[in-house]
């Protein structure tokens, strides 16, 4: 069955570098999502991504982040400047469709920790 | 916006026992809701889910949810846990009708320990 990959499973950073999270959605899949846990905490919306655009964004996606399809594999979320509040498990998810009614197919994770 | 509430954060059984892990949600409207579950090491993944018709709602591996509309309520149930179901499960609602774009909102997430 596909699924949704990313890279790297963990990764750790200082404050201020940047880090970008690898994502590959599952390959006939049009919309794409990023999500967040910090430790403890609810999973939380962070970008979803349609036709090469951001289609809704919540309110923790600042100018920090972006997010981006730069081939027709790969889907990656960049944070240019971390802060240690930045650290959790990021995940990735994508849809065939767009409606509300789809399963996101989510892939494994990637820990970041910000020191 | 939604809210998603998951009232039991950490829930310890012995197999065979019965499992019922409650969900709430804000929203007054026609909902769809999702149970996710992510076993240690692994991904989220598709319990079950409800969109219209009958609010019992049968998932993967025995697993069931109960739609009460009345109660804002999609509870997930299984008559006889084993302890391959170790795992976090997650109640998620998408943000609404209005929205275009299947948003999930998340419960916290409830820890279940099963003991062999």
């Known amino acids: 069955e596909p699924e949704v990959t990313q890279t790297p499973s963990h990764q750790v950073t200082q404050m201020g570098q940047e880090v970008i999270l690898r994502c590959v959605p599952i390959s006939n899949h049009l919309y794409f999502y990023w999500y967040r846990q910090i430790l403890g905490q609810k999973v939380e919306f962070l970008v979803s991504f349609y036709n090469n655009e951001i289609s809704e964004k919540s309110e923790i996606f600042d100018d920090q982040f972006s997010v981006e399809r730069p081939d027709g594999s790969n889907f990656t979320l960049k944070i240019r400047s971390t802060k240690l509040e930045d650290s959790a498990m990021y995940f990735c998810a994508s849809t065939l469709g767009g409606g509300y009614q789809e399963t996101q197919y989510f892939g494994p994770g990637t820990r970041l920790l910000v020191l | 916006a939604q809210s998603v509430s998951q009232h039991n954060h950490h829930v310890i059984l012995s197999e065979a026992a019965s499992l019922e892990l409650g969900c709430n949600y804000s929203?007054?409207?026609?909902?769809?809701l999702f149970w996710y579950v992510q076993y240690p090491g692994q991904h989220l993944q598709l319990l079950l889910k409800y969109f219209s018709g009958d609010p019992l709602v049968k998932g993967i591996k025995g697993f069931e949810a109960e739609f009460i509309k009345s109660k804002f309520s999609f509870n997930l149930r299984k008559p006889s846990v084993q302890w391959s179901d170790t795992a976090e499960y997650f109640c998620a609602v998408p943000s609404g009708r209005g929205s275009t774009l299947g948003r999930l909102y998340f419960g916290r997430g409830t820890q279940l320990t099963v003991w062999p």
């Open positions: 929203y007054g409207g026609t909902v769809n």
